[in-house]
């Protein structure tokens, strides 16, 4: 199968699923398709595929990751012992685990084609990633507290794991129990990184986007709360900041090098 092939089988399979969709029409480009089948796939409640799709998403998602172009962390140069600042798409991260800014029912974004960094995780790392937060809530019994982290396979992006947090959201003024959250979002990240033996984790730039966290004050939590965490001993080697905007990016080489 090509890449369109592969695109069309896994837009008209997940058509065939809901009786309201019989009346969508497939567009002919290339891009049209992309943003229709990331829409379908981002609209999808946690369910079981076949192991067909299963094949034909993973060869898909896989193929368009390449094509991004992957960045391993051992080609990265650290700015600090330890500690790396790289801009970039996340799900072109490979490593031992990348974090995902969730919301609290952990089950990704449900907005089609939405820019958010939940959504695109959960794009490109498959359907499968959906149900699998789901059966870890099913099992929880609630709905996931601000502050804590949960672990998951990574199945079609580059890294091993996410790790799954939720950030406080800001409505106003920040707060210092604002700020204990977002450090505990940090921390439980690290802390479950640590307990599963991983030397490497990249983090988003937490409640910054969505949750409208101030970046200046997210990024200083941030580095204070990883700085103090490896100072104990610990699997982990490398921690990435990993910033997608230049601003960011800014705030973060500011930061690392006065810390």
């Known amino acids: 199968m090509t890449q369109n092939e592969r695109r069309l089988f896994l837009i008209q399979s997940l058509l065939k699923e ?5 009346n969508i029409s497939i567009p002919d480009s290339a891009n049209a398709q992309q ?3 990331r829409a379908l796939m981002n609209v999808r409640i946690p369910a079981p595929i076949s192991r067909e799709l299963s094949a ?3 060869e898909y998602l896989q193929a368009e990751i390449a094509a991004k172009g992957i960045t391993d962390v051992d080609e990265l140069r650290p700015v600090k012992p330890g500690l790396y600042l790289w801009q970039g798409d ?7 685990a990348i974090v995902n800014a969730a919301n609290s029912g952990m089950t990704g974004c449900y907005a089609p084609n939405h820019g958010c960094i939940d959504n695109a995780i959960h794009t490109y790392a498959g ?6 937060c789901a059966e870890i809530m099913a099992k929880q019994g609630h709905a996931e507290p601000t502050g804590q982290a ?5 199945f079609n992006l580059p890294c091993r794991y996410v790790l799954h947090t939720v950030g406080p959201i800001i409505n106003g003024r920040v707060t210092e129990h604002d700020k204990k959250l977002l450090d505990c979002c940090y921390r439980s990240c690290l802390k479950l990184a640590a307990e599963n033996g991983l030397k490497s984790i990249a983090f988003c730039c937490i409640s910054t986007g969505e949750f ?9 939590i941030a580095l204070a709360t ?3 965490f490896l100072l104990k001993q610990t699997s982990i080697r490398k921690v990435i900041f990993n910033v997608f905007k230049d601003r960011d990016r800014v705030i973060y080489e500011k930061l690392l090098r006065e810390n």
């Open 127 to 132: 359907m499968e990633l959906r149900l699998a």
């Open 35 to 37: 943003q229709l089948l």
């Open 212 to 220: 409208h966290f101030p970046n200046d004050l997210a990024a200083e």
């Open 226 to 228: 990883v700085n103090e």
């Open 56 to 58: 034909i998403q993973d």
């Open 90 to 96: 996340i799900t072109t991260l490979r490593c031992d």
């Open 150 to 154: 949960k672990i998951t396979p990574a």
């Open 18 to 22: 809901k009786p309201e969709y019989r």
